[in-house]
């Protein structure tokens, strides 16, 4: 019987058109609900102080000992210029990266599935932890958005092999250099996934196993990069 509730229950999420837009409100509701009610972290105060120094010197001075990329510091600058020195213009671009998380998973629909993309987004939307990094100003979460664009990306190189996903996978990357040095780690865990994908489907063979046939050709390859690396210069 519930095994029999539990499968109506995710044929449902699947076939309503306006699961996303609930979801969506959802995160939306949980990020924005008395967002300056918490007082401000230590490393939000550090982050401010970084945007304090830019606006007396007009750039962020890159120093490499800090580990952390550029993008956060001046997005947080075009934020508090619009919006006044304060707790929520600090937290307002992480919240709107949280929820574009929560987005960015129905992107998988075609990858994974529409109920697997929609539950994921849901959880995404309602998670402790997501919601309390979703309200906190630090770099953490403009990682995760860019992972997930970089993976979305290689996926859909794999599975499609169309342009769009070179641009996803591209411009990923670049996010994640941007944000934090620690990209390095995602990179190398996506390297050792190959191996062992490589394994696995040796031991167990996946129907559709072989890479799509490729339909960007080097002049898409070289846009991309060359946008990506003028991204980080």
Request: glycine content about 10%; some cysteine; overall charge positive.
């Amino acid at each position: 019987m519930l095994r029999n509730q539990l499968e109506a229950w995710r044929t449902r999420l699947a076939e309503t058109g306006w699961t996303p837009w609930l979801i969506l409100g959802l995160a939306i509701f949980l990020r924005f609900f008395l967002l300056g009610i918490k007082p401000p972290h230590f490393d939000e105060g550090i982050n401010g102080w970084f945007v304090d120094q830019m606006m007396k010197n007009g750039f962020y001075k890159y120093d490499p000992t800090n580990y952390h990329g550029p993008l956060h510091f001046y997005v947080l600058l075009l934020s508090q210029t619009l919006f006044g020195r304060n707790v929520w213009a600090l937290r307002l671009p992480v919240v709107l990266v949280s929820i574009s998380c929560v987005w960015l998973a129905f992107k998988f629909e075609p990858l994974v599935g529409r109920t697997e993309s929609r539950i994921a987004a849901l959880a995404m939307a309602v998670s402790p932890g997501f919601v309390f990094y979703g309200r906190y100003s630090i770099h953490e979460v403009w990682l995760v958005l860019f992972s997930m664009l970089f993976i979305l990306g290689l996926l859909g190189l794999w599975k499609f092999g169309a342009g769009e996903y070179l641009w996803c996978a591209g411009m990923g990357l670049a996010g994640m250099i941007l944000t934090k040095e620690t990209y390095i780690i995602h990179l190398g865990c996506a390297a050792l996934a190959a191996p062992v994908l490589f394994v696995s489907n040796r031991l167990n063979r996946l129907p559709d196993e072989r890479p799509a046939k490729q339909t960007w050709d080097y002049v898409d390859l070289t846009l991309v990069i060359g946008v990506g690396a003028a991204a980080i210069v």
